[in-house]
């Protein structure tokens, strides 16, 4: 018997979400300008009554969680008072240590927190959610079966994020896939075509991958589109960053590649990167995204985490925090950024009081925002609205994500990778009882799979998403759906606002780490960083959060080196 769970908001504030996502639909240039209707400001307010809800909605999901993960958030979220400057370790600079205040322990967060903790100082993170991770959350049902917010996939070409694993001995966690790409060929249903990376130095490998498919692309498709990435290869990531005013379908035009290698290949790589159509997206993001495949030998290798990330990377940063006096507290929601008279300073954060307890304010020497962009403009103290800095914002908003899961009582595919469905309802999917050591299963699949772009369907119900994804994973594997395999289960996570969307223009609108607050920062992917709305620039970016914090706020100075790579 199926039975379904969601991560969701309410009703009301889902319609006028769902409302404010038709506006993606409109063409790239109206796009361009930053709206500021009545309609938006209709949306922030059914916004704000969603993101005050979800600390209800997932405490009751935790219900539902094995013992032994509820015995680590009751361990993590029991209150503490910062300590006062005196008792914080010293810094690298041969100086106190400063408090920090984060709001927010996804990975920008946590990656602030745990640079900063590494350089001296002492991070107090504070959670919303009684989980950690943000949007690489996860969590367990009552048969102890995780799921999670997406499906996150961990590429070569994430340096920052590898070394963090790497810095916190947990690098074998990481389970490394064979170097290709695998697509479905919807014109033959159950069959795959494979774009395979050859032992070779970059960028030739990543030529034979695209001269050896013959099954998507004809020799005058490859040779055009060779030709048209030249400039972005040889002119770099300058030429990558102006291009920001294309869409990557107008990009390819202009480039005289032909319209029908975005049929074959690129919708379905866009809504993978960003979970719109080419039409829509930047071509500043995928150009960046192929520089880095083609220009690195295992660039566009991919790995999946070896079970749920909450377990398997976020809590080994937080042990790594405690372990140098900082803390991390689940339950927390930030309420209010309370200021001085004028505005300028940063005088403390209210913590909302959660499950009975009572408000709370914190004080500290800096504070650091690391929550969603579209959160963080909810939370915009009413002084800091005109200015032109956190004016930016407006220009950023998420983007609706939905991640089902899905159990069969047989096996699919034996397909240990992630696949390109090519499917107009969905973008990727793996069968993570092959992909993930902890999710390991011989006899029974377990598909998750990201419904994308999902404007249409964030306001629908679990069930019709579950069949239409259902109707759709007939196509993909006829001899099994619907007559032979059985669905045991679905769980439905929706997110209806995730990573921005990265849409023509939108790099203008990211602010940097540091703002003209004096002592207050900014962490997470909208922030500044080449790496975009990612996994990797979530990490890049509270890596630097926290260098530029100990550059500015201690005696170290701008000259400052710190003990850890900045991959950028």
Known sequence: MSSAFATTLPAAARAAQVASFDSTKQNARTRRAVRRSDAQDGVRAASKQFFGARVAEFSAQQQLKHARTQGRVEAVSTPAQAPSSAE?????????GLKVAIAGAGLAGLACAKYLAELGHTPYVYEARDVLGGKVAAWQDEDGDWYETGLHIFFGAYPNML????????????????????????SKPGTYSRFDFPDLPAPLNGVVAILGNNDMLTWEEKIKFGIGLLPAMVLGQKYVEECDELSWTEWLRKQGIPERVNDEVFIAMCKALNFIGPDEMSATIVLTALNRFLQEKK?????????????????PIVEFIESRGGKVMLDKPLGEIE???????????????VKGQPDERVEADLYVSALPVDLMKLMLPEKWKPMPFFKKLDG??????????????????????????????????????????MYEDP????????????????????EEITQATMDELAKLFPDQIPHKAKLLKSIVVKTPRSVYAGTPGRQAFRPSQETPVDNFFLTGDYTFQKYLCSMEGAVLSGKLTATKIHKMKTSAGSSFEPPYAIHQ
């Open 339 to 353: 200021l001085n008279e004028d505005g300028t300073v940063v005088t403390g954060f209210k913590i909302r009081g």
């Open 443 to 462: 006899d029974k699949s377990m598909l998750e799979l990201v419904l994308a772009p999902a404007a249409d369907w964030i306001g629908k119900s679990d």
């Open 163 to 186: 070394q963090l694993f790497k810095e916190l001995g947990i690098y074998d966690r990481l389970q490394w896939k064979e170097h290709t790409m695998i697509f479905n060929q919807p």
């Open 299 to 315: 660039g566009s290798t991919m790995a999946f985490l070896d079970g749920p990330p909450t377990t398997q990377l976020c809590e």
């Open 396 to 437: 950023l908003e998420g983007i609706p994500v939905i991640n089902i899961h899905l159990w069969f009582d047989r096996k699919l595919t034996d397909i240990d990778h992630l696949l390109f469905s090519r499917s107009p309802l969905l973008s990727v999917y793996a069968d993570m009882s092959n992909t993930c050591k």
């Open 88 to 96: 914080s370790s010293s810094s690298g600079s041969g100086g106190k």
